[in-house]
């Protein structure tokens, strides 16, 4: 069965077009990261914080068309349920850790690490330093409210982003990419 990208969606502004929760990445950034993954592809992404499962399930695509690579996903479930909604096709080259991030093991070998945790001041700090990876995607760096964490966190780590994916007439939270 083909899965097309336009049947992943995501998050969106308006209700009739929304086929993932609040808290979910918007289809624009999904499909930005897919692309990403296509195009690098990676061996081993680590994904710290996933809720529902859109940004699994858009990561999971792009790995089984790559044939190769797999996701580590991991979400402290403490904090809503993690993952109920991604589909099984998706669930053959992913890896589900329900643990605190800052207290499991740390994978080596990160080839892209996707960051959208819990966005509280410093938790995006803390775990940039703990994931070493080749490239890091930080969701929610342009968003209006803990966009200010994300932001200054990033950069203290990181420096300026390689790219910032922002589509404000689709999205509010926007990705920043940096390639290490």
Known sequence: MEIKKENIGGYHSNPDKRNWPTGSIWESEGNRIYELVKKEKPNLVVEIGAFHGCSTTWIAKALLENKKGKLISIDNSTF?????????????????????????????????????????????????????????????????????????????????????????????????????
Request: aromatic share 14%; net charge negative; charged share 25%.
């Open 80 to 180: 809503g349920v993690a993952w109920d909604l991604v589909p099984e096709w998706a669930k053959s080259v992913v890896e589900f850790w329900d643990k605190d991030c800052f207290v499991c093991d740390v994978p080596t070998n990160i080839d892209i690490l996707f960051e959208d945790g819990s966005h509280a001041p410093n938790f995006t700090k803390k775990a940039l330093q703990r994931y070493p990876a080749k490239i890091v995607v930080c969701h929610d760096y342009m968003h209006f409210d803990v966009g200010r964490y994300v932001g200054s966190d990033f950069r203290e780590v990181l420096g300026s982003p390689d790219e910032v994916h922002f589509e404000g007439y689709d999205t509010d939270c926007g990705l920043a990419i940096k390639y290490l």
